[in-house]
């Protein structure tokens, strides 16, 4: 079974820019669709931004512009450029698949605060 693993949160200040990474223990980058997601306290794990099919990228209207999910198949690591940072953004960020058909990693937070 394919097992992910997020790394790269912290705690930043508002305006400030992170790099977070997912690396699969498996070719999967070129099979599936992935995604980032995160869930912040309280609330529904929810969509920020995805590989579509052809390798389109996509992106939740909260994040556009800010964002930017890109990976390195050789890696099996994709990557979300986080700039511009809010404190809405705070939450714990997961990787999967765009029907999330994979384990749930462990995730990885991201504090946004002054």
């Known amino acids: 079974q394919v097992q992910l693993v997020e790394s790269g949160g912290g705690l930043v200040q508002p305006g400030g820019s992170l790099r977070l990474s997912c690396t699969a223990s498996?070719?999967?980058?070129?099979?599936?669709?992935m995604a980032w997601y995160r869930q912040a306290p309280g609330k529904q794990r929810e969509l920020v931004a995805y590989?579509?099919?052809?390798?389109?990228?996509n992106y939740a209207d909260r994040v556009k512009g800010r964002f930017t999910i890109s990976k390195d198949n050789a890696k099996n690591t994709m990557y979300l450029q986080m700039n511009s940072l809010k404190p809405e953004d705070t939450a714990v960020y997961y990787c999967?698949?765009?029907?999330?058909?994979?384990?749930w990693g462990q995730g990885t937070q991201v504090t946004v605060s002054s």
């Open positions: 999967n698949t765009i029907f999330r058909t994979l384990p």
């Open positions: 498996g070719s999967i980058f070129e099979t599936y669709g």
């Open positions: 590989f579509a099919s052809g390798g389109t990228m």
